[in-house]
């Protein structure tokens, strides 16, 4: 089954702790992205590559890294965590002109 | 700033009726424009996308109308159902890489 799969689900985690939420896709998408959701602001996107080793910021980048070592997959890494950073995540892949395929999300409570 | 400004922000609907959602846009390069639909507890789903050099898109009870002139683009669902209760996203991008979504409209539909 073509699918982009998060893990974890949820995650509950203190102020400081590094974390990586991981991402992967089977669909040989060029495309990965990361969107933060939050109330009353849509998803806003953290960070997208357009290939292996092609990463670049989206609208919300401050606190967040990536990587894209391979096609398949595209780690959210949180080095210190901070409570404003408490969302719901969501991986994404694509092609060009074809739209996104999101996974089924990472909520993520920072304390 | 490349901003999507969606509305309402929420919409009840009898079913049966048409519900209409709107966004509007300010970066003219954009040529594509999806809406997804999300499932509480569910990733976004794409439900409907249209370029540029159309000005309607149908898709069974989902159509797209686009207005370039305005920038503005729509939604209309005909014949609402129950099960067509969930929150809409509107996006607008150059393909796949940056995708910038409105704000979203949570959809009710009475039985």
């Known amino acids: 089954e073509a699918q982009v799969t998060q893990n974890p689900r949820y995650l509950i985690t203190v102020t400081g702790k590094k974390l990586t939420v991981t991402c992967s896709q089977n669909m040989n998408h060029e495309y990965m992205s990361w969107y933060r959701q939050d109330p009353g602001l849509g998803l806003r996107q953290i960070y997208y590559s357009m290939n292996v080793e092609v990463t670049d910021k989206g609208d919300v980048p401050e606190g967040y890294k990536v990587s894209r070592k391979e096609k398949r997959n595209f780690p959210l890494i949180l080095e210190s965590p901070s409570p404003n950073q408490t969302s719901l995540y969501f991986c994404?892949?694509?092609?060009?002109?074809?739209?996104?395929?999101f996974g089924s999300g990472t909520r993520l409570t920072v304390v | 700033q490349q901003q999507v400004k969606q509305s309402p922000q929420s919409l009840i609907v009898q079913k049966g009726g048409i519900s209409i959602i709107n966004c509007a846009y300010e970066n003219t390069a954009f040529d594509y424009f999806p809406w997804y639909q999300q499932f509480p507890g569910k990733g976004p789903a794409l439900l409907i996308a249209i370029r540029p050099d159309v000005s309607e898109k149908k898709e069974g009870r989902f159509t797209i109308s686009f207005n370039k002139s305005a920038k503005q683009f729509s939604l209309h669902i005909m014949d609402s159902q129950p099960g067509d209760s969930a929150t809409y996203f509107c996006?607008?991008?150059?393909?796949?890489?940056?995708?910038?979504f409105g704000q979203g409209t949570r959809l009710t539909i009475n039985p």
């Open positions: 994404a892949s694509g092609i060009l002109g074809g739209g996104y395929t």
């Open positions: 996006a607008a991008g150059g393909g796949a890489q940056k995708l910038v």
